[in-house]
């Protein structure tokens, strides 16, 4: 179950189930797998970054490249990491 777990880490539960065991419950995969810190995430939507928004963020960027490390923890925000990148498909994984 590990191993096919970590053979490919886009197989779903489901998919890992099918081919080494098809009677177990997805609860139980869960489980076994968490025992060995093996957690199966939906990716996240990656943001839409258009041409004006890419033009907008290079500004802001540039603007505050000289922002020391003091500076930036007492005046950015930051959310969950993620990357952004322009196009790609629009498949969920």
Do not use: C, F
């Not at 995969?29 to 928004?53: G, I, N, T, Y």
């Not at 290079?58 to 959310?79: H, P, S, Y």
Request: proline share 1%; charged share 45%.
């Amino acid at each position: 179950m590990v191993e096919e777990a970590l053979k490919n880490r886009h197989n779903s539960y489901q998919d890992i189930a099918k081919k080494i065991a098809p009677d177990v419950s997805e609860k139980t995969m869960k489980r076994r797998l968490s025992k060995k810190d093996l957690k199966k995430w939906v990716v996240q939507e990656r943001a839409h970054l258009d041409e004006a928004l890419a033009e907008k963020r290079l500004k802001w960027a540039l603007a505050d490249r000289n922002w020391t490390k003091k500076m930036w923890r007492r005046k950015a925000i930051w959310g969950d990491e993620v990357t952004i990148e322009r196009g790609g498909g629009r498949r969920r994984t």
